[in-house]
């Protein structure tokens, strides 16, 4: 009986700390967003970003999705936030502070925000309000990794395509003719 006592307590004890851990990290996701779409200079908003998509890949460490962590960090750290830095930099982006930019249309900005967020938060009610998700059996990765190179090539290969044509179109429009 002590024996099952002290595992439901661990048991307990681990969820807790989950639950804090989670907490954090939101935090810190909340905190960098915000300095992504409020920082004025574009090089700074991209390494806020780069903190904002480290702390989802840390929120899938604590699912117990390594695979997906893994994912998140090699994909979109590892390339998209780099891509974004090369389209920045090869399009000669002001690179500092322009106020011009940061005061025009702000009022219109948080407007489309608040929309935004109220409809996708209606649509999130709507759709999850009492339901309960139950996953039987966790998936394996080998599972995973099949169905992206198997059924979900095409779509996975055409965002590759995609993503070189933005990187080819940003040295296009840098170029001096």
């Known amino acids: 009986m002590t024996a099952l ?13 989950q639950n804090i851990f989670f907490g954090v990290i939101a935090a810190v996701m909340i905190v960098s967003a915000l300095r992504v779409v409020t920082s004025a200079n574009i090089v700074h908003a991209a390494l806020w ?11 899938f460490i604590l699912l117990g999705a390594e695979f997906v962590a893994v994912t998140q960090v090699l994909v979109y750290i590892g390339a998209v936030v780099v891509l974004f ?9 002001s690179l500092g502070e322009d106020e011009s930019v940061a005061k025009e249309k702000r009022s219109l900005a948080v407007a489309v925000g608040v929309l935004l967020f109220a409809v996708m938060a209606t649509a999130l009610i709507d759709t999850w309000s009492d339901d309960r998700i139950v996953i039987d059996e966790p998936q ?13 090539i095409v779509p996975f290969e055409a965002v590759s395509v995609l993503l ?9 429009v840098a170029r001096k003719d």
């Not at 006592?5 to 700390?17: E, F, G, P, R, T």
């Not at 830095?85 to 982006?93: D, K, N, P």
């Not at 394996?140 to 169905?147: I, W």
Request: aromatic share 6%; proline share 0%; charged share 10%.
């Open 5 to 17: 006592l002290a595992a439901i307590s661990s048991d307990a004890d681990i969820m807790v700390a």
């Open 49 to 59: 970003l780069v903190v904002v998509l480290a702390g989802v890949a840390a929120q």
């Open 85 to 93: 830095l090369f389209g920045v930099m090869l399009t000669r982006a």
């Open 140 to 152: 394996r990765v080998a599972e995973v990794s099949d169905s992206i190179f198997s059924q979900y």
């Open 164 to 172: 070189l044509a933005a990187l080819i179109g940003a040295i296009v």
